[in-house]
């Protein structure tokens, strides 16, 4: 009995022990900026070495640890790893200094809401992000308590740009004797041109995001920043029977049907499109501006531009991804000096150098043409208040939604009516809790 | 009432004598099983139980689970994608054990009866290797080739080779009904080489006279298969029947591989819907709800298989 009483014991003073350590190692983790050593910074990205954020995340970390001393210790992750996993992991000791996550309400808001990265509006002050960034830019990188974009406080800093726009094939329309052209109706005449000559014009692909981009477009022709605010930050509620996106979805359906997109098109793949225009097969697609650097290297056998998306006042897009930093971070004051590196001239310098869209460059160092036209366009939607963002955004996993509802309409399966029923049910389920 | 009408078990004849006990009883054997018990209860019991409660719960994943009663159990109810989901399952079964094992049967025996009798056992493992092939490949490696040989347009091989006899090019994983199709396929060819194997581990327990003295008799190649083959090997075709069912009821990653659940949700399947729910919409609750039908369903149809397993080998011990 005594030996009982005496482990009981033993026992309880152990679990005490245990439960004592964790508390105050949950304590020690959670503040502010305790607990680091302050010479190391934990780095979390998953862009590619090669690809034009990889080329100035790289020569960031150079020069962070030439002016800090500190080391970095950086993980390379892939977006699938981050947007799936991010939000256990953060929630916890393992957590980094500084991340790269995604953009937008169903990602980084759904971060912000849960308290799981920091408010660095402080460090925005002190290090004067804000007047480096164009008030469309800003609309992702802060959100309100409930974690919808566009709010007060801010949650991350954008490096870089992308939008929406329409590449073409230059030659394959000067040997159809085609002009690129500059409004709506001269890209349907186009279109029809290409399909009268028995070419399929636009790439497409319904297994991924190019179709649901091109259907968001289509809406975009017809709405205007209401439609987009209504959509997007849930102003009001959107008719899914409206005129945006009947429209949208009727036209997408002729696309198919007058064959300016392949019959099967709802198997494609991003990758398959983008190398049908990279091969010459398709002289048009419509896709975001981070193909421009792989078209600049790969599309080489003949000329090509990219534009906005004709006669349209609104294009998809938004900032790129976000450095956000983890409330459980140790360093937070390290992954400021980061983050403020990277918004140095010479680092968006070798993203603009590179095929990507910087947003605080100075325009003297961008000395690639190619890029300089690029960013020029991109500088004329932002100047246009253009930014329209992504159409998965409103909801988590109104991704797969969107792909799943439009192979149904371009198989046949259902028509545009039940489509935008369908969608519009998802995304009110989905939206719910924010409206 | 019932238990008064209800007929007796037919009474078991005496097996192999068991192995003889200790004096002491067998309190010390608990002591080699508390590792095994306390994996258990770590890596199964705990997360089901866990599970179980979330599917009361709407969670995001991270911070406190909001209780909401029986709202997920009544979702699910009236889910069209969910009843989609399991209605796929059921062709599922059809490509991963139905096929399989009346296949695998027949090959089976073919190579141990015909193509090991008159052209050596060497060839007969090989054949057996080349059909085991596709257990070994991961399948994400199989699931990419499949997708470059089903791949539309004028592109993937199989439209290649319909080409060539002038067939025109078919989208085989964007239209509805062929993507299911090819789906079922791949799982035949996937799940083909497992049953092959098995009953030929099985069919070494034959002794080749009873063959010999069957054909003596002027049996023929069915009857043989029919008389000794199937008698012979029931129990494997029950393991084998049982693991496949829950491996068909479980299926994810040829599903996530090759289609994705589409086209619009043409190929979903249980386990790929919870993984939706749990991971793109963050909908924690309602995908453990899935999952814990999933379970229950699996458990189910074990423990169906099972109990007439055992009731049949009852009865073939009774000599009935």
Known sequence: ?435 | MSLATRPRRTALPPEEPSIPQRSGGTGGYWLYLLPGFALLLIIVIVPLVWNLLLTFTKWKGVRTPEFIGLGNWQKILTDSDFWTSFTNSVWMILAMVVVPTIVGLIVAALLFDVVGRKFGGKVGAFLRATYYLPQILPIAVAGIVIGWIVRPGGDGALNQILGAFGIPAYDWLGQMPSALIVLMLVMVWVQLGYPVVVFMAALQRVDPELYEAAELDGANWLQRFTAITMSIIRPEIFVVTLTCTIAALKVFGPVYIITRGGPAGATLVPAYYAYQEFFTKRNVGYGATIATVLTIVVVIVSIIFIRVQNSLERKERAGL
Not at chain 1, 93 to 103: I, R, S, Y
Request: one cysteine or more.
């Open chain 1, 1 to 435: 009995m005594a030996r009982n009483i005496r482990r009981t014991k033993t026992l309880a003073m152990l679990a005490a022990l245990t439960a004592t350590g964790v508390i105050l190692s949950g304590c020690t983790s959670g503040g502010d900026s305790g607990g680091g050593d302050g010479d190391t910074l934990k780095l979390w990205h998953y862009e590619g070495a090669d690809s034009a954020m990889g080329k100035a995340w790289a020569e960031a970390i150079k020069i962070f640890e030439e002016e800090t001393g500190a080391t970095v210790e950086f993980e390379e992750k892939s977006f699938e790893q981050i947007q799936k996993t991010a939000s256990q992991v953060l929630d916890t000791d393992a957590a980094p200094d500084l991340m790269e996550f995604n953009k937008g309400n169903a990602t980084a808001g759904f971060l912000a809401s849960t308290g799981l990265i920091s408010d660095i509006s402080d460090a925005v002050d002190e290090y004067g992000w804000d007047d480096k960034l164009a008030p469309s830019l800003q609309t992702t990188a802060k959100y309100t308590d409930d974690g919808v974009m566009g709010g007060d406080t801010w949650f991350g800093i954008p490096n870089y740009g992308e939008f929406v726009g329409v590449y073409y094939n230059e030659d394959a329309f000067a040997a159809a004797g085609l002009e690129i052209p500059t409004t709506y109706d001269e890209f349907v005449d186009v279109l029809d041109a290409f399909v009268a000559q028995g070419v399929t014009p636009l790439a497409e692909a319904g297994a991924e995001y190019p179709l649901g981009q091109l259907w968001y477009q289509l809406a975009l022709l017809e709405g205007d920043r209401g439609f987009v605010d209504d959509y997007q930050l849930y102003k009001n509620p959107v008719d899914w029977q409206g005129p945006e996106v009947t429209s949208a979805t009727e036209t997408l359906k002729e696309y198919v049907d007058k064959g300016y997109i392949a019959s099967d098109v709802s198997s494609v793949k991003a990758e398959d499109a983008g190398v049908s225009f990279i091969n010459g097969t398709s002289p048009i697609f419509v896709s975001g501006s981070w193909w421009f650097g792989r078209f600049v290297s790969e599309a080489t056998g003949f000329d090509w531009t990219m534009t906005a998306f004709p006669g349209a006042d609104l294009s998809l897009g938004s900032s790129g991804n976000l450095w956000v930093v983890p409330e459980n971070a140790a360093n937070k004051d390290l992954a400021y000096q980061f983050i403020d590196i990277t918004m140095r001239p010479e680092i968006q310098a070798i993203i603009g150098n590179n095929g990507g869209l910087p947003v605080a460059a100075d325009s003297a160092d961008i000395t690639d043409e190619k890029s300089a036209e690029l960013i020029a366009t991109f500088n004329g939607v932002l100047d246009a208040d253009g930014l329209s963002f992504y159409p998965d955004w409103p909801a988590p996993g109104f991704y797969d939604v969107i792909v799943q509802e439009l192979q149904g309409l371009v198989t046949g399966v259902q028509d545009a009516s039940t489509t935008n029923a369908n969608l519009g049910e998802q995304y009110d389920e989905g939206t719910a809790e924010f409206r």
